[in-house]
């Protein structure tokens, strides 16, 4: 069986398109989904992580109204949003909508005044795939509302704001990677992240230079971060063994530190640090590789961590795992799983003339498995939430 081959889309074309649908409209604004390379469930523990922002983005384009209502309406969905702003809550509006209302509700709780608006949004980041299709709308429509109002933000003024609309309106659990990056990320460079000292800093990401490439294969299976026995178990863990272990969270934790854990779950809960405790150390690796072009080393580092998910963390699935283990069969110079986990997408770093044979064989091992096909996206390293001109 083939893979599907998911392009992101020409930005100039979606945006005449929104345009077409939206008579009026100020302007078309896009933010990226995200690929993280490495730094999983660290960013809720204080740590560091390295994601990179997609081609693939969500579009919105805003126009003003002479009321105070807010509506949404998305291309990829039926249903449209339309509430007073004065409505605007915590749990207010469910659904894909929320995350669009939270953004307008947290400009809003930030002191922002914004204006009536409608909204149309075109979302080409792949839905339950791990790769923050949640965050890129959220940013897409935080930065056309700031644009509308004429609040004269920096897209650096975004972040918390839309880290709390994600967190607080709709309900979903997020450590603040997805939207940072999805705001500040920069062509050819991925986004080195310290959520303890909260600097970030761009890397090169340039595997083409080596002859590489990055393959992001959606496995589209099952991935949602507010299933109760997935993301949220596995950081009230993490919260319950820095509490045992006296600290903030897990950063400051070392492998000596396990032994330190007791209790019924003393178990788990040392598995959890473990992985957390070295998943901080692998990103300091790969970027110290990174910067001395060492791309084996960067390959291997990307495999260990995808054993960390799969055996300490417990957070890959049979599909995630196939993906990494056909790939490294296949030559691949590393590989695992990105993203929240439990289904989603993993990534493989492998050589520019080997791209299509892998990618065949990931699908060939899914047809052995009676699974759908897996889409396998491009992912230059691309830029944040901009207006699209």
């Not at 599909?319 to 056909?326: F, G, I, M, P």
Request: net charge negative; with cysteine.
């Amino acid at each position: 069986m083939s893979v599907d081959h998911v392009e992101p889309g020409d930005p100039h074309e979606i945006a005449a398109a929104l345009r077409e649908r939206l008579p009026g409209a100020l302007g078309v604004f896009a933010a990226p989904g995200r690929v993280n390379l490495i730094g999983e469930h660290t960013d809720y523990n204080g740590g560091l992580v390295l994601p990179l922002a997609l081609p693939h983005a969500t579009y919105a384009a805003v126009r003003l109204r002479e009321d105070d209502r807010l509506t949404v309406a998305s291309l990829q969905q039926d249903d449209e949003l339309r509430i007073a702003l004065d409505d605007l809550a915590p749990g207010a509006v469910k659904g894909w909508a929320a995350y669009a209302a939270g953004a307008v509700w947290a400009l809003q709780k930030a002191g922002h005044d914004v204006p009536g608006l409608d909204l149309l949004v075109d979302g080409r980041v792949p839905l339950g795939s791990g790769l923050s299709s949640s965050a890129a709308l959220i940013c897409s429509v935080a930065l056309a509302a700031s644009e509308a109002a004429g609040l004269d933000l920096d897209v650096r003024d975004l972040v918390t704001p839309t880290v709390r609309a994600e967190s607080e309106a709709a309900g979903a659990p997020t450590g603040g990677m997805d939207q940072t990056v999805s705001l500040l990320g920069e062509p050819g460079h991925a986004l080195l992240i310290d959520f303890t000292s909260h600097d970030d800093r761009p890397v090169t990401w340039d595997p083409g230079s080596a002859g590489l490439t990055l393959l992001v294969v959606d496995t589209r299976s099952a991935h949602s971060l507010v299933d109760g026995t997935g993301y949220v178990a596995r950081r009230r863990d993490c919260e319950l063994a820095a509490e045992q272990l006296g600290l903030d969270n897990l950063r400051g934790a070392t492998e000596a530190d396990l032994a330190r854990l007791t209790g019924p779950a003393a178990d788990r809960l040392r598995r959890r640090t473990k992985h957390v405790v070295t998943e901080v150390a692998r990103v300091g690796r790969v970027v110290e590789a990174l910067e001395a072009g060492d791309w084996e080393a960067v390959g291997s580092t990307f495999t260990e961590s995808h054993v960390s998910m799969r055996d300490d963390f417990e957070i890959s699935c049979e599909e995630l795992d196939v993906v990494v283990d056909t790939a490294l069969a296949e030559g691949a110079l590393g590989a695992r799983m990105t993203g929240g986990g439990f289904g989603g997408s993993a990534i493989a770093l492998v050589r520019r003339e080997d791209a299509d044979r892998v990618a065949a064989a990931i699908g060939t091992a899914f047809a052995s498995h009676e699974w759908g096909a897996p889409g396998v996206l491009p992912a230059p390293a691309s830029a944040g939430a901009h207006r699209v001109v």
